[in-house]
Structure formats: structure tokens, C-alpha cells
């Protein structure tokens, strides 16, 4: 089994910044993909962004070019930046960690993010 724990959350102005931090219990070069999703209240959860092995990275078409995501090896870490929030960002924010070959995904406990004047 493995801990995915996120942090970083918080409150923050519309055009603010904020940066998520994931850590896991073991190295995240061993998955497919390490990726970040959201849940906003009656909108369906939304994958955000990705990186893979080869740290390929995709994002939704909602954040790109204000969300950045990266991953330190060395200390089993996942990150998004995000900047220049806005409203519709607030949700909270899951780390998830795809295993591949079929196998069941695992996921952190989830971060509130909260853009609101």
C-alpha cells in the first residue's frame, strides 16, 4: 500500500497563487503517471493535470498555461503550481497515482482549494 498525502491548500484571492504538495510513501517514478484531479461541487471530477515516466505532461484545457506540474524523484514528491487562479478552480484537489496493468489507483485524502474576494 501506498501514502499519497497532500498539502498546500488554503484560501486565496482570485489572480493569487498557490502551490500543492503530494508526498508518497514510495518513489513516484514507479507509476504510469502522477496526477492531479479535482472535485467542485455538482460538476463531475476532472483529471487537471499529468505527468508520466518521462515527464510528459498534460493538463486540462481549463488550467493550461496557468497550472504547472512536476515531480522530485529524489524525494517522492508531486506538485502543482497554480497561478492566476480563479473561482472556478475551488475545489478540492486529490493526488492520484496511476499503477497501470489494470491495478487499482491510489489516491491522497484530498486538499480544499478555496479562490474566493
Known amino acids: 500500500q501506498v501514502q499519497l498525502v497532500e498539502s498546500g491548500g488554503g484560501l486565496v484571492q482570485p489572480g493569487g497563487s498557490l502551490k500543492l504538495s503530494c508526498a508518497a510513501s514510495r518513489s513516484v517514478f514507479l507509476f504510469n503517471s502522477m496526477d492531479w484531479y479535482r472535485q467542485t461541487p455538482g460538476k463531475e471530477q476532472e483529471l487537471v493535470a499529468s505527468?508520466?515516466?518521462?515527464?510528459?505532461?498534460n493538463y486540462a484545457n481549463s488550467v493550461r498555461g496557468r497550472f504547472t506540474i512536476s515531480r522530485d524523484n529524489a524525494k517522492n514528491m508531486v506538485y502543482l503550481q497554480m497561478d492566476m487562479l480563479k473561482p472556478e478552480d475551488t475545489g478540492v484537489y486529490y493526488c492520484?497515482?496511476?499503477?497501470?496493468?489494470?491495478?487499482?489507483?491510489?489516491w491522497g485524502q484530498g486538499t480544499q482549494v478555496t479562490v474566493s474576494s
Open positions: 505527468i508520466n515516466t518521462r515527464d510528459i505532461t
Open positions: 492520484h497515482a496511476d499503477r497501470g496493468l489494470h491495478l487499482p489507483p491510489y
